[in-house]
């Protein structure tokens, strides 16, 4: 049993939970395979996995950001209104990207030179940045945007030869960025190291500091560029986009394995959690399923995500342990003491 | 125990009074940049304080008051829960469907909307502390749930106030000597719990607890035991605003109170209950709640463009956090010196 939580990780769990929501999906639903309906569902997600890829790391560094839904909000307006003053896209872009940026070292800077926890940090940038979008284009939408922008996020328009469609492609790129920074150079360990022992860090070295406001900053940067994504894809700028989708950012996380208390995770774990509730959701739509039940699952599938492997742990721990523990006993002397079973 | 020091301790009561001080400041700051509020706006407009302002200052509050004081209860315990605007939402549909069209007396909503609330709380506690779960991750699995239970079984309906019987309106509506029913009941609720915190162990080993887990758990303190109670709590309290809701409102959505968790926590931080756990008090938290809802009332008064409204919220709140986290900074490093001489 031991051998066996050794090896199977909760990652895996995701992953295999991803290809059988898949293969149920391709072989029950006429049409989920299809690779039209594949591009839609990977489209719909594009905001929500281009955000989790930043959070991935913060989490990992044990801190979290939940003003990145207000950031696309106050993106996607700031989008919209300097649109509607005449702007052109390629000025748009930058300054959206900027704001962005500015809006996360305010989060880094308040986390780490004020010393607040990243949580009551960002419930108020939360506000913040919400409340600046409506003041940016106040409860006006603009919906002019030429198609010709348009179309580059729509998952009509595909990657030749794929059907991926390009917000989903940027992703892909940024994924795989993203996992080689945080598994194979020093700056990801950094981060495993933060997260799992910020004081030790400290005094082994790491910028702890500087690392952190440059996660907030690359976090809020990366929440205003979905912001422009956002805007794109449904053709309209509206303070109030993205509301709410702050938790679901945070539940795919947490679904692929990601240690809320930091430290511990992977990224592709990560992915394989957005994924899943991008497709089941899609898959869930198809069967006409509504919405109030695959809020209900994901709810079910987040609980259950962080139970099993909990409960699997403790059952193979009560077979490898001989004998009871007496009470008041500490489990780490216990797990000296007990023989190594491997 | 006689244990001989070769210097003499310092009183323990001069050192226990200072600590008291520095406690009730980190709290009376944040009364005193209410009265400050109340006050500027009243100088603008004078309609802010009277009769009517007063009450509606109360009521517009007394809901986010209650649910703060469940919240800061768990966050003491260094823990949180994030489902307790969709089980505000739940309940508040519940008991309005179960007494459309009766004659049920108020007091039997309150006890559903406890039960219902207690149910919800149960389930997360036990999760959180026997699961052994990190807490956001359960209470947002279980704002998922409870929201989609909700919502699948409302359906698009809403509970309408002509079809809830007036025992239970008139609990939202009614007064005693002038004060509306619902800011009294915070009130109760409030100084109960305070109390509850201040003089009981099983309220102070809470505060161990969010301390220090390890050191509380080595303490003998049944952990698990004491933070399922607090999430029973929690969601208990929850229950109970939700059946205020429907006293109050009459018309109730299926996505009542819904986003509510994340201005309740709000209120808890911006309360200076530490979001690490082991400091701050109920009435700090109830004070926050009283401040985030009076400034909502006061830019209205003071007739600000209502697109800055949220904007300047959010600014106040991050004030509020760092101010009382650079108080606290201060105050820390006045007393190792103090304690260093």
Redesign the interface.
């Known amino acids: 049993m031991t051998t066996l939580t050794k090896y199977v990780r909760w990652d895996t769990v995701v992953t295999v939970l991803l290809v059988a929501v898949f293969l149920a999906g391709a072989g029950t639903t006429d049409g989920f395979a299809d690779t039209s309906n594949l591009s839609a569902a990977l489209d719909d997600t594009a905001e929500i996995a281009l955000i989790a890829l930043p959070m991935t790391l913060l989490v990992v560094a044990g801190q979290v950001d ?1 003003s990145v839904a207000s950031m696309l909000g106050l993106s996607s307006a700031l989008a919209g209104a300097l649109w509607d003053a005449g702007w052109t896209f390629e000025l748009i872009v930058p300054v959206c990207l900027l704001v962005g940026a500015a809006g996360g070292v305010l989060n880094g800077w ?1 986390v780490t030179r ?4 990243s ?3 960002t ?10 979008a ?2 940016v284009l ?2 006006k939408a603009v919906a002019d945007f030429p198609d010709a922008y348009a179309k580059w996020a729509a998952y009509t328009r595909t990657v030749p030869g794929t059907f991926v469609p390009y917000p989903v492609a940027l992703f892909i790129v940024f994924a795989v960025i993203t996992a080689v920074v945080l598994h194979c150079t020093g700056f990801g360990r950094s981060l495993f190291a933060i997260g799992a022992q910020e004081d030790a860090a400290y005094f082994a070295g790491i910028r702890v500091k500087r690392i952190k406001i440059a996660l907030f900053a690359v976090s809020g940067l990366v929440a205003s560029f979905a912001g422009i994504v956002y805007t794109l894809r449904y053709g309209s700028a509206r303070a109030d986009n993205g509301i ?1 989708l702050e ?1 679901t950012v ?2 795919s996380v ?1 679904l692929g394995g990601v ?3 930091g430290g511990k995770g992977t990224l592709g774990g990560a992915v394989a959690g957005v994924l899943l509730i991008g497709l089941l959701g899609n898959l869930l739509t198809l069967n006409d399923v ?14 259950a ?3 099993t492997p ?2 699997i742990s403790a059952v193979s721990e009560r077979r490898s342990t001989p004998d009871q523990l007496t009470p008041g006993q ?1 489990p780490d002397q216990t797990r000296l003491e007990r023989p190594s079973t491997s | 125990m006689t244990t001989t020091l070769d210097k003499p301790l310092p009183a323990p009561d001069s050192a226990r009074s200072l600590l008291d001080a520095v406690f009730r400041a980190r709290e009376l700051s944040i009364g005193g940049a209410l009265v400050l509020l109340i006050l500027c706006t009243w100088l603008t407009n004078h309609g802010f304080l009277d009769d009517q302002g007063i009450k509606d200052l109360l009521l517009n509050s007394s809901i986010l008051v209650l649910l703060a004081v469940g919240q800061s209860v768990v966050v003491i315990t260094r823990n ?1 829960d994030l489902s307790v605007g969709s089980v505000t939402g739940l309940t508040a549909f519940a008991c309005g469907h179960f007494v459309s069209g009766t004659d049920h007396s108020a007091v039997t909503v309150v006890l559903l909307g406890l039960g219902l609330g207690v149910v919800c709380g149960l389930v997360s506690g036990a ?1 959180v502390s026997f ?4 807490a ?3 209470t ?10 909700d ?2 079984w409302a ?1 698009g309906e809403q509970i309408n106030a002509v079809n809830v019987p007036d025992g239970v309106l008139s609990l939202g509506t009614g007064s005693v000597l002038g004060i509306p029913y619902l800011p009294l009941i915070s009130a109760a609720v409030l100084a109960g719990t305070a109390y509850y915190l201040r003089s009981y162990r099983s309220g102070r080993e809470l505060y161990a607890i969010g301390s220090s887990p390890e050191a509380a758990r ?1 303490a003998g303190i049944p952990v698990r035991r004491r933070i399922l109670g607090a999430y029973a709590f929690s969601g208990a309290v929850a229950g109970f605003a939700g059946a205020l809701w429907l006293a109050r409102f009459g018309t109730v959505v299926a996505d009542a109170a819904n ?1 509510w968790e ?1 201005t309740v ?2 209120a808890v ?1 911006v309360g200076g209950v ?3 756990g082991g400091t701050g008090a109920v009435w700090g938290a109830a004070l926050g709640a009283l401040l985030l809802t009076t400034i909502g009332s006061a830019l209205v008064v003071l007739k600000v463009d209502s ?9 106040l ?2 004030a509020a ?2 101010t009382d ?2 108080v606290q ?1 201060r105050t820390t490093s006045a007393l190792r010196k103090r304690s260093r001489r």
Do not use: K
Not at chain 2, 131 to 134: A, E
């Open positions: 939940l308040l004020i010393g607040l926890p949580l009551a940090v419930i108020g940038t939360l506000t913040l940045y919400r409340g600046l409506s003041v106040g409860d709410g938790l945070i539940a947490l240690d809320f208390d509504s919405n109030e039940v695959q809020v209900i699952v994901t709810g079910l599938l987040l609980i995500s962080v139970l909990r409960v500490l | 949180i999760l699961g052994r779960v990190p956001l991750v359960v947002l699995g279980m704002l998922y749930v409870v929201q989609g239970v919502q699948a359906h080595l986003g994340l926590v709000s931080v530490a979001i690490t697109f800055w409204q949220q904007a300047i919220t959010g600014v709140l991050l956090i760092t986290r650079i900074v």
